[in-house]
């Protein structure tokens, strides 16, 4: 079965620091990656999203910007943190023929 | 451009009550997908339903149950008996078919289940 893993579940940094959030995702070849972002009490913004090793899109311009090295690996990272990074960010997997998509278990970015 | 709204920002129950959650979207596409989340405290969401846009039979799933009307642009989500640990988010989502990778997701509603 398909299983998706984030690290680090929750992240305290200081603005202007750098980030570096992994997601991998297992039992499964070629999946469509997804970034997403949920601020406090807020739905989700997607931000980035993946169809293939070396493919990015971004959906909303910020400094954040995402990489996919590997097949089942997908990072999101930002060179200088902002206090407005602060949120709930969550990664997610669909099969590439297919519209569901299947989320991590997350991690809460703090930036103090 | 797609939108989807779920006008009940939260909603609290007792245990045992019928609960309806409302999701209407907007869209001027034929082919599409809907879809419905949970998500509990813990914050991972967690995958309920998916239901394109050319079949409108209705769904059980033990105590969920899912209502969609094409007539009126809405996809209602039903739980029946409601339990404690049904206390989440839940968000309504949609997919235009075909088109990339743009999901678009309703803004949530909080269901407080009640002992």
């Known amino acids: 079965s398909q299983t998706i893993h984030q690290w680090p579940a929750t992240l305290v940094q200081p603005v202007g620091s750098p980030l570096s959030l992994e997601c991998t995702v297992e039992?499964?070849?070629?999946?469509?990656l997804y970034w997403y972002r949920q601020a406090a009490g807020r739905g989700l913004q997607l931000l980035f999203y993946s169809v293939g090793i070396g493919q990015i899109s971004s959906e909303v311009p910020q400094n954040l910007s995402a990489s996919r090295p590997q097949d089942r690996q997908f990072i999101l990272s930002s060179k200088k943190l902002l206090l407005s990074d602060s949120g709930f960010y969550l990664c997610?997997?669909?099969?590439?023929?297919?519209?569901?998509?299947?989320f991590g278990p997350g991690t809460r970015l703090t930036v103090t | 451009a797609q939108k989807v709204t779920q006008a009940q920002t939260e909603i609290s129950v007792v245990e045992k009550e019928d609960v309806t959650l409302d999701c209407v979207y907007e869209?001027?596409?034929?082919?599409?997908?809907l879809f419905w989340y949970k998500q509990p405290p813990s914050g991972e969401l967690v995958f309920l339903i998916r239901r394109n846009s050319f079949d409108e039979q209705n769904e059980i799933s033990g105590r969920y149950s899912w209502n969609f009307q094409k007539s009126t642009s809405s996809f209602n989500f039903t739980i029946t008996a409601s339990q404690v640990v049904d206390s989440a988010v839940y968000f309504c989502?949609?997919?235009?078919?075909?088109?990339?990778?743009?999901?678009?997701f309703g803004p949530g509603t909080r269901l407080s289940v009640l002992p």
């Open positions: 039992g499964t070849s070629n999946p469509n």
């Open positions: 997610a997997w669909s099969p590439p023929s297919s519209y569901e998509q299947y």
């Open positions: 989502a949609f997919h235009r078919s075909n088109y990339g990778q743009n999901f678009v």
């Open positions: 869209t001027r596409d034929t082919t599409y997908y």
